[in-house]
């Protein structure tokens, strides 16, 4: 199973792999245009733990937190990319505005967020880090984002 997995699904599956003894680790975001920065931080996330699941937020998510233009990509399309990824092993999409209630299910031995988060200040840590879980932010490579890439496409008038 990697995408698109209800919560249900993904509770299960990740019980699954616990009794297994992997290490999961956990990411989220809305990965609306795919480019070479996401793929280096879901490899280098990937390589902390044994399963990569992504917390991917839904369209409605995205509007509210992005603005009406986005997502670019609907969720299902991003979903499939994402889950072709060979570093994610499961893709997890979510409504609300914050994926905390999904960390809290599926509690993660690792919590990871890139950019320049302050790791207290990410949704879940405190959660995590009760159940003796690990938060770790990682830095993104310079030159690559959605914004970036729209502003580039909207220069050329290809609009």
Same mark, same amino acid.
Not at 81 to 109: G, K, Q, S
């Given at each position: 199973?990697?995408?698109? *997995?209800?919560?249900?699904?993904?509770?299960?599956?990740?019980?699954?792999?616990?009794?297994?003894?992997?290490?999961?680790?956990?990411?989220?975001?809305?990965? %609306?245009?795919?480019?070479?920065?996401?793929?280096?931080? $879901?490899?280098?996330?990937? &390589?902390?733990? /044994?399963?990569?699941?992504?917390? $991917?937020? /839904? %369209?409605?998510?995205?509007?509210?937190?992005?603005?009406?233009?986005?997502?670019?990509?609907?969720?299902? %399309?991003?979903?499939?990319?994402?889950?072709?990824?060979? *570093?994610?092993?499961?893709?997890?999409?979510? *409504?609300?505005?914050?994926?905390?209630? $999904?960390?809290?299910?599926?509690?993660?031995?690792?919590?990871? &967020?890139?950019? /320049?988060?302050?790791? /207290?200040?990410?949704?879940?840590?405190?959660?995590?880090?009760?159940?003796?879980?690990?938060?770790?932010?990682?830095?993104?490579?310079?030159?690559?984002?959605?914004?970036?890439?729209?502003?580039?496409?909207? *220069?050329?008038? $290809?609009?």
């Amino acid at each position: 199973m990697r995408y698109p *997995a209800s919560l249900q699904q993904a509770k299960t599956q990740v019980e699954q792999w616990k009794n297994e003894g992997r290490r999961i680790v956990f990411t989220n975001g809305c990965f %609306d245009l795919l480019h070479p920065g996401h793929i280096d931080y $879901l490899d280098r996330a990937a &390589k902390l733990g /044994d399963i990569l699941i992504i917390g $991917l937020n /839904d %369209d409605n998510s995205i509007r509210r937190l992005k603005g009406k233009s986005r997502p670019i990509n609907p969720l299902q %399309d991003r979903a499939i990319m994402l889950a072709a990824l060979r *570093a994610v092993d499961l893709v997890v999409p979510f *409504a609300e505005d914050t994926p905390l209630n $999904l960390i809290t299910t599926l509690m993660p031995d690792i919590l990871v &967020k890139g950019g /320049d988060y302050q790791p /207290d200040d990410i949704v879940g840590a405190t959660e995590v880090r009760k159940n003796g879980g690990e938060v770790i932010v990682m830095p993104f490579i310079d030159g690559h984002s959605s914004t970036g890439l729209i502003q580039r496409i909207l *220069a050329t008038g $290809l609009s």
